[in-house]
């Protein structure tokens, strides 16, 4: 079965820093797909960041950057200069290739203060 | 694109009433998913589609929930009876396909179900 990990159930970070939102994961199948989802206050989830395990660079959309560390099943998102409105909470998710559907982490809150 | 749209945003409802939630997934996007959010359980898949078609349903109470998808541009999902533990935040999304970057999931709104 696979399993996502997000062991950091708060993070606090100022604005302007840069924070690491932990995820691990737990998969047998040597092809999958790792992703993460950001989900304000207001609920809706938006999509961050996707990085495949074939994939020989880390993923990087604008101040979002992936620390994928194959061997240690570690998929960590990264966001440079914290923004207030970076305020949220961050989804871990995983598809290994067999399947159709994606498997979440329970999530991490992440706060920005001024 | 307008996305995928969800309604209604918001449902209160006794319990033992029947509620119906609707979604509309991005054109052309051939698998559709409704997920349960809680404070407990986190996300949960309940069941999906791949181009109309039921593909897995093992995460939905077969009793009182049901899931359709008539055609490609609507897809509802049935609680009859509802029950106060049915409380929680229903997901749809859409996605264009099973592999790579395509299985990037986007999201509906949600529907807040408060069952009283």
């Known amino acids: 079965a696979q399993k996502i990990t997000q062991t950091q159930p708060g993070m606090f970070v100022q604005e302007k820093e840069a924070v690491t939102l932990d995820c691990t994961y737990d998969t047998s199948d040597p092809s999958y797909g790792l992703f993460w989802y950001k989900q304000p206050s207001s609920g809706e989830m938006i999509f961050l960041i996707y990085q495949g395990s074939y994939d020989q660079q880390n993923a990087t959309e604008g101040r979002y950057s992936l620390n994928f560390q194959k061997a240690r099943k570690s998929a960590n998102l990264v966001i440079s200069a914290s923004q207030l409105g970076d305020s949220a909470m961050y989804f871990c998710a995983m598809r290994p290739s067999g399947y159709s559907t994606l498997t979440f982490g329970k999530g991490t809150m992440l706060l920005v203060s001024p | 694109d307008a996305g995928v749209i969800q309604s209604p945003r918001h449902e209160v409802t006794e319990m033992g009433q029947e509620v119906t939630l609707r979604c509309k997934p991005i054109s052309g996007h051939d698998y559709l998913f409704w997920y349960r959010q809680t404070m407990m359980q986190g996300l949960e898949l309940l069941v999906y589609?791949?181009?109309?078609?039921?593909?897995?349903d093992s995460g939905m109470p077969k009793d009182r929930f049901s899931a359709k998808m008539p055609n490609a541009s609507f897809s509802t999902l049935k609680i009859q009876p509802s029950e106060p533990r049915d409380s929680a935040v229903y997901f749809c999304?859409?996605?264009?396909?099973?592999?790579?970057?395509?299985?990037?999931?986007?999201f509906g709104s949600g529907t807040r179900l408060t069952v009283v």
């Open positions: 589609f791949n181009n109309k078609a039921v593909m897995d």
């Open positions: 999304a859409s996605s264009l396909g099973p592999g790579g970057p395509n299985m990037r999931y986007t």
